[in-house]
C-alpha cells in the first residue's frame, strides 16, 4: 500500500510538471473503512492551489449498499441540514441533495475495494473558512467527518 501510494505520488508530481505552470491542482486522497471511519480527521488545503483532486478509496470489502461512502464539503454551518436532506434525497441521488449550493464539492459513493475522485475549483473556497467534509450515506456523518482547512 506504501509503495501505491509513493508510485501515484510520484506520478502526481510528474504530471504537475508537465501542466502549464499557470495552474496548480492539489491532490489529496482519504481512505473509508468497514467500520464507519475515515483515516483522516483533517484535510488541508494549500492557499495556492487552484484546483483540489480529492480521491477516496474505500478499503473495506462490504458493498455500496451495505456500507457505501463517498466525501461532501460544505461549510461547517450547513453540513449537518446537508447531511440530513442528502438522506431524503435517497440512494438514486447518493444521497447528496440535487443542484444544492451548500455543496461545495462530492465524490461518488463507492463500496469495497473501489475508489473514486471529483476535482473542485479553489474559488469556491476561502483561505481562514470553516469547511467540513462528511459521509452522506445514511448514519455515517456523525462519525465520519472532519474539517477541511485552506492554508
Ligand atoms: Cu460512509
Redesign the pocket.
Known amino acids: 500500500m506504501r509503495k501505491m501510494l509513493c508510485l501515484l505520488g510520484v506520478v502526481g508530481v510528474a504530471l504537475g510538471f508537465a501542466a502549464p505552470a499557470s495552474a496548480k491542482t492539489c491532490e489529496l486522497t482519504i481512505t ?1 473503512n468497514d467500520q ?1 471511519q475515515y483515516n483522516k480527521s483533517e484535510l488541508v488545503v494549500d492557499s495556492d492551489c487552484d484546483e483540489v483532486k480529492l480521491t477516496l478509496e474505500h478499503v473495506g470489502q462490504m458493498s455500496v449498499d451495505q ?4 466525501v461532501v464539503v460544505t461549510e461547517t454551518g450547513d453540513y449537518k441540514a446537508v447531511a440530513q436532506d442528502g438522506m431524503q434525497a435517497g440512494k438514486d441521488q447518493e444521497y447528496v441533495p440535487a443542484d444544492d449550493d451548500r455543496v461545495i464539492a462530492h465524490t461518488s459513493l463507492i463500496g469495497g475495494g473501489e475508489t473514486t475522485s471529483v476535482r473542485f475549483d479553489t474559488s469556491e473556497l476561502e483561505a481562514g473558512g470553516d469547511y467540513t467534509f462528511f ?3 445514511p448514519g ?1 456523518y456523525g462519525i ?1 467527518n472532519g474539517k477541511l482547512v485552506v492554508e
Open positions: 473509508g464507519i456500507m457505501g461512502h463517498n459521509c452522506s450515506f455515517h465520519m
